[in-house]
């Protein structure tokens, strides 16, 4: 599958989900035996762990579809970068997508400054509020989570190991930003 092909795949399945004609795609006995001794996922997404936003839901996909890395706030640190990174070197996913999400929590937290539980994540998500504040929009908490949607792809267009698969068209690299209530995704870059 190429990028674009990939993407089209995502893009479909979420149209179908958030029109409620969801198929449940690739969820049977027989997908799941053919499965057994390996896997090669089109696309890795990487979302938030929020409960409101399973990516093989929200794209109407099945199983060995996704490579999917959850996490709250959608950051990439070394180890989820580690994670995304086998997926496009060993399992030759041809996309990958960041979500962020409507009313995400674990942003709002970091623009509250109520962080002490998270420092972790914080760390990762501020440079996102810090540019959302100085460009005095009127949806701070939306700013800063497709901010940070873009700065986490950022990351891995950054990276030595992807960029060969980037430029020879192997893999494509986006953000994006899921509504909760209509169902969209839309793609930020
Ligand atoms: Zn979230």
Redesign the pocket.
Known sequence: MTPQEAVKELMDGNKRYLSDQSEHPNRNLERRQELTDAQAPFAVVV????S??APEIIFDQGLGDLFVVRV???VISETELESIKYAALYLKSSTILVM??E??????TVIQNNTKDIPEITKLIYPAVKRAKQKNTSDLLKRS?QINAINMANILTQSPDLQPLMRSKKISINAAYYDLKTGSVKILN
């Open positions: 979302s938030c762990s929020d409101r936003v709250a706030g959608n962020g999400h009313n995400c929590g674990a942003v709002d989570i």
